[in-house]
């Protein structure tokens, strides 16, 4: 028990244990750990442990598209590995930490998966030492986690060459500052850099709003129109879910008069844009939780590692390309 480092032992003693094992020679054997641990989370005397998704949305959270496919990524995998599962909303708890570990003890949790809780310190009192803990989407800190999130530089990336491939090289970014800050200025970064390689065309700078992403209406700032004129934006790419509302409120016609895609499709855009596999990103923060138990480690491991699922392009009517635009337009 003191060499899987669980906190039913003491620090003092699962250290000495350790350091004497050290001294010894002792290595784990990575495959006896994982069956023991699949063992041991299918015949838990309490029950299966489990894995706990832990969100700061409040409830009804895996209502919105994104929260809910980070959940089902989650969950699927957790359940495939033999683990229980649950799910928690902080805000339903009023900071009230005592409440919270009760439920997690209740649980049998061995693991928790934090999902848009960026500062954990509120969480230092649970303790994390008692658990494996990883976080989904995006990075945490105090302390900071390993954690899985679709690589939002090569989005960016992989979306400029799709719309420069179809012809489009106005391209016109619209980002939140909140999507900024939560990506850690990935998407402004690719963006830059692209706009830097494109030498022939003068840069076109970011639209950068103070609207939450998530919100599915908004009224157009009075310098959007300017901007997207001034620009000679050709086609809008858009992390922004109401950009495409804000493009009818100029009198744009999509894609006849501008092109428009979008960073992360959902329900609310379905033409052209980056299809984010935050399914598979719920089960690859399952994977690093696992990976730890198996390990033995458990809370902040020292040097926390960022695994980034690759996404794809989905080709769709609102950005379908100059050719295909010009075509249309000379057979109307």
């Given at each position: 028990m003191a060499l899987r480092n669980l906190p039913s032992v003491s620090k003092f003693t699962r250290d000495r244990i350790a350091a004497i094992a050290t001294k010894m020679g002792y290595r784990r054997d990575p495959v006896t750990g994982l069956l023991m641990s699949r063992r041991r989370a299918g015949q838990s005397s309490r029950g299966k442990v489990s894995i706990t998704f832990l969100s700061g949305l409040p409830p009804g959270f895996a209502e919105h598209q994104n929260p809910a496919r980070f959940l089902s990524g989650v969950k699927a995998h957790s359940e495939f590995l033999g683990f229980g599962f649950n799910e928690c909303s902080w805000p339903e708890y009023k900071?009230?930490?005592?409440?919270?570990?009760?439920?997690?003890?209740?649980?049998?949790?061995?693991?928790?998966?934090?999902h848009d809780i960026h500062n954990l310190e509120a969480f230092r009192d649970l303790p994390l030492d008692n658990f494996a803990c990883g976080s989904v989407g995006?990075?945490?800190?105090?302390p900071q986690l390993s954690y899985a999130s679709a690589d939002h530089y090569q989005i960016m990336r992989l979306a400029l060459q799709r719309l420069r491939s179809l012809g489009y090289q106005r391209i016109g970014l619209i980002l939140s500052r909140l999507i900024n800050t939560t990506t850690d200025g990935k998407y402004l970064a690719a963006y830059y850099l692209d706009s830097h390689e494109q030498t022939a065309q003068p840069e076109?700078?970011?639209?950068?709003?103070?609207?939450?992403?998530?919100?599915?209406?908004?009224?157009?700032?009075?310098?959007?129109a300017l901007w997207v004129k001034k620009n000679r934006v050709d086609v809008v790419l858009s992390a922004c879910h109401f950009a495409r509302e804000w493009l009818q409120q100029c009198k744009l016609r999509i894609p006849t008069d501008?092109?428009?895609?979008v960073l992360d499709i959902d329900s609310h855009d379905v033409g052209a844009g980056v299809l984010q596999p935050n399914q598979q990103v719920g089960a690859a923060a399952v994977d690093i939780v696992v990976g730890q138990m198996n390990r033995g480690e458990r809370g902040a491991t020292p040097w926390p590692k960022i695994v980034h699922i690759q996404s794809d392009w989905?080709?769709?009517?609102?950005?379908?390309g100059i050719l295909a635009r010009d075509g249309a337009e000379a057979d109307g």
């Open positions: 900071g009230n930490i005592v409440r919270l570990r009760t439920t997690l003890r209740a649980n049998n949790t061995c693991a928790i998966i934090f995006r990075h945490t800190i105090h076109i700078p970011a639209f950068l709003t103070e609207v939450p992403s998530c919100a599915k209406s908004m009224e157009m700032p009075a310098n959007f501008i092109g428009y895609a989905h080709d769709g009517d609102s950005a379908p």
